[in-house]
């Protein structure tokens, strides 16, 4: 389906062609009639399927067209962390180019006290779209700053992210200040228990609207050792042997054994640095910086690195454990062999993990070569496929295209869109 055939408004449609966005992903097609409609939404999507702009560019579309006010807050996006939200503010700065009257302010932490009081003026000034953080939305609410009362959107942007980062209390706090009227919609890569609890108690009848998981990139070699929980020091001094490994990302899925993996890495003289909930935003922040700029040569994280944050010279990813649900998994590698490159992806198996592991192969279709551990190492577990899985989704959709195919010869099928044209005719005439 392409742009020019949804009910979008001219002015956006404007912005889409200069940008030269002609066709919409799968999630966009499926999200943007309903949102346009007026539905509460959940939708299931990974980063990179053009999400952000499936709610943006409907809901930039209603304010365009619709009678707002020009004095409230009409819609809040909440992000799990500074770097989306600075992320969805380019986003729609882009989207809005054509939009005149529609302001935008992105509201986050770590920074000076200059640009919170810029933040509060235009909170009170009621600028349209605000892009925002929930603990520093918090602050300002505390503060008297905001008045949710005439909010018409709320979006939750990677709401398992900030479920994950504690922030479902201040979710909730933000939501009880909403209008019962508010349109909301919630999107998530992944959906366990907690997040259909949140949907239910935020969403009104609301649409679903869930994509199957794309595969890993076939440069991505993966593999795996299967190996008892005391072995895994011995692998980890194996692997980094080879010196020139300097860009590597290392998963667990809680943050005190991300703690405790970075202590052991470091005792056998690795130069790696953590990345997890506990830490600050200035702490996250300067973390990043030392590992983009090879300060730093591993990096330990939870998942919270695993979507949202670019990094393109992964050389590997190191699983240390077993991701239960198979989107984890599949963030996770997809961290390397980037931009062209080979990546390589190893992942840690423990007997009490080979089912999650084994419904991960069933996934992908294939068999995960299996590496014998070090002999020195003691004898290794025994690799018992609990079953042949098969995967029920089916067909996968079309290729992802982030947040639509660039400059498509379309036979001229593409309508110069009306609001444009009529700039030019008036450029002419003038």
């Known amino acids: 389906m392409y742009f020019d055939e949804l009910e979008l408004s001219d002015n956006i449609l404007d912005a889409l062609y200069d940008m030269r966005f002609d066709e919409c992903t799968p999630v966009q097609e499926r999200c943007i009639p309903e949102i346009l409609a007026g539905h509460d939404m959940l939708g299931i999507a990974q980063t990179g399927t053009g999400k952000t702009a499936a709610y943006l560019l409907p809901i930039l579309s209603l304010l365009d067209e619709g009678n707002y006010p020009k004095d409230a807050i009409n819609c809040i996006i909440m992000s799990p962390t500074r770097e989306l939200a600075q992320q969805i503010d380019q986003a729609m700065q882009g989207f809005g180019y054509y939009l005149g009257d529609i302001?935008?302010?992105?509201?986050?932490?770590?920074?000076?006290?200059?640009?919170?009081?810029?933040e509060t003026k235009s909170l009170k000034l009621g600028a349209d779209v605000?892009?925002?953080t929930p603990g520093r939305l918090i602050s300002h609410m505390q503060l008297g700053n905001v008045d949710m009362s005439r909010v018409s959107f709320f979006v939750l942007d990677e709401a398992d992210r900030m479920l994950d980062m504690g922030f479902s209390e201040d979710i909730l706090s933000i939501a009880k200040q909403l209008p019962a009227n508010c349109q909301t919609i919630m999107f998530s890569a992944t959906m366990p228990q907690k997040i259909e609890q949140l949907a239910k108690s935020l969403l009104k009848n609301p649409v679903e609207v869930k994509l199957a998981v794309s595969k890993p990139a076939e440069k991505?070699?993966?593999s795996a050792y299967v190996c008892h929980d005391a072995q895994k020091q011995g692998l980890f001094k194996h692997i980094f042997n080879d010196k020139t490994l300097t860009r590597v990302i290392v998963f667990a899925g809680k943050k005190e054994k991300v703690k405790e993996i970075s202590r052991k890495l470091k005792q056998i003289h690795v130069n790696a640095g953590e990345m997890h909930s506990d830490l600050t935003q200035a702490e996250r922040d300067e973390v990043m910086f030392k590992f983009k700029s090879s300060q730093i040569d591993v990096l330990v994280a939870t998942d919270i690195v695993a979507r949202g944050i670019d990094i393109d010279d992964i050389q590997m990813v190191i699983n240390y454990d077993v991701p239960h649900d198979v989107e984890d998994y599949v963030h996770r590698i997809g961290r390397t062999a980037r931009a062209d490159r080979d990546g390589m992806a190893i992942t840690f198996v423990n007997p009490q993990d080979i089912r999650y592991f084994n419904q991960i192969?069933?996934?992908l279709e294939k068999d995960i070569e299996k590496i014998p551990i070090p002999p020195e190492l003691g004898e290794a577990p025994e690799y018992k496929p609990?079953?042949?899985l098969r995967q029920k989704n089916g067909r996968h959709g079309r290729k992802d295209r982030g947040n639509?195919?660039?400059g498509k010869n379309r036979n001229n099928r593409r309508r110069k869109p009306a609001a444009k044209k009529q700039r030019e005719d008036k450029d002419k005439r003038s």
Request: net charge positive; hydrophobic share 30%; no cysteine.
């Open 130 to 132: 605000i892009i925002a």
């Open 404 to 406: 639509g195919s660039k």
């Open 386 to 388: 609990v079953s042949k």
């Open 361 to 363: 192969e069933a996934f």
């Open 103 to 118: 302001s935008s302010l992105a509201v986050y932490g770590g920074n000076d006290g200059q640009r919170y009081s810029q």
């Open 220 to 222: 991505i070699r993966q």
